[in-house]
């Protein structure tokens, strides 16, 4: 399995942006994909998941502004980021695996296949 991340880039505070993650030898119904980000500095962090069931989990500092989604025609996984904040700068991956239960899909160790990442630079 391969995942190509992109949508990164440099936005003001308040705008949005959309990243993609594009999933290739390996069929994103039967994957759990989630959004990892990587500010300078500090661990990598869990942003948010979407399960093969369809299910969604954030993390707190995100809920009402980043929404995950996927498009299986396409074998794509988008993060949707509204209301963009300073604190949001990093290094964004995307990550998939099999397997994986909920209370899980916050632990960058419950997945095997990882993309290169993409930067995302929001200024004040």
């Known amino acids: 399995v391969q995942l190509q991340a992109s949508g990164g880039g440099l936005v003001q505070a308040g705008g949005s942006l959309r990243l993609s993650c594009a999933v290739s030898g390996g069929t994103l119904n039967r994957l759990s994909m989630a959004w990892f980000r990587q500010a300078p500095g500090k661990e990598r962090e869990f942003v948010s998941a979407?399960?093969?069931?369809?299910?969604?989990s954030y993390t707190d500092s995100v809920k009402g502004r980043f929404t995950i989604s996927r498009d299986s025609a396409k074998n794509t996984v988008y993060l949707r980021m509204n209301t963009l904040k300073p604190e949001d700068t990093a290094v964004y991956y995307c990550a998939a695996g099999t397997g994986i239960i909920m209370s899980t899909m916050n632990r960058a160790g419950a997945y095997v296949y990882w993309g290169q990442g993409t930067l995302v630079t929001v200024s004040s």
């Open positions: 979407i399960k093969w069931s369809s299910e969604t």
